[in-house]
Every structure is written in structure tokens, then in C-alpha cells.
Nanobody, 122 residues
Framework: VQLQASGGGLVQAGGSLRLSCAASGRTFSSGAMGWFRQAPGKEREFVAAITWGGLTTRYADSVKGRSTISRDVKNTMYLQMNSLKPEDTAAYYC?????????????????WGQGTQVTVSS
């Protein structure tokens, strides 16, 4: 499985960004996908996850109410982020797993995309 993340950038506080993650190769018909982020000097942390069918989602408290995770039939996952804050600044990574389950730890995901940088200015 290959994952390609995109959509990061520089935005002012209160602005919005939409991240995308395109999956290719051997994709699993039952696997969940997720977004994580990592700021300099900090551990990688869970942001959001979604089941293969897109019917069930899970969010970190830090982004709940401001972000929406989704995925389409072409194996692309999205993260719409609104009301961005400076503390949202980080490299954002998409990940996938071969089995169901909205796991919130990085260890639960086998496949990772490269990071896309999100920088929120105050």
C-alpha cells in the first residue's frame, strides 16, 4: 500500500485547510485509515480515524468539532480542518491498517504516507 498525503500549507489562525491522502497499490477492503500529526520535539499524536466504509469516525478531543474526516470510493481520505489554531501546527501523516478498528495509537497502523506540513500563524 502506498499513501500520498497533500494539502498542507500556511494559513492564518481561524482559517481552513483540506488534507488529502491517496491510497494505491494493494488496498484492504476492511481496513481503517487515520490521520496523525507530529510537532517538533513532540510525539506523534492521533487526530482522526475512519472505517473503510466511512460510516464510523473517531476524533481526538483537540480537533473534535473543528475537523471532519471522510473517504471516497477511489481510496482517497480527506481531513477538513476549520478554525485552525497555532497549536495545530505540525506535520500531518496519513496511515492505514489492514483490519477494522479505529485505533488511536501509531503502532496500530502498518502503512504510512509522507508528512504534509500545516503551519498556522497567529
Amino acid at each position: 500500500v502506498q499513501l500520498q498525503a497533500s494539502g498542507g500549507g500556511l494559513v492564518q489562525a481561524g482559517g481552513s485547510l483540506r488534507l488529502s491522502c491517496a491510497a494505491s497499490g494493494r488496498t484492504f477492503s476492511s481496513g481503517a485509515m487515520g490521520w496523525f500529526r507530529q510537532a517538533p520535539g513532540k510525539e506523534r499524536e492521533f487526530v482522526a480515524a475512519i472505517t473503510w466504509g466511512g460510516l464510523t469516525t473517531r476524533y481526538a478531543d483537540s480537533v473534535k468539532g473543528r475537523s471532519t474526516i471522510s473517504r471516497d470510493v477511489k481510496n482517497t481520505m480527506y481531513l477538513q480542518m476549520n478554525s485552525l489554531k497555532p497549536e495545530d501546527t505540525a506535520a500531518y501523516y496519513c496511515a492505514s491498517r489492514s483490519t477494522p478498528g479505529l485505533v488511536v495509537t501509531p503502532e496500530g497502523y502498518r502503512y504510512w504516507g509522507q508528512g504534509t506540513q500545516v503551519t498556522v500563524s497567529s
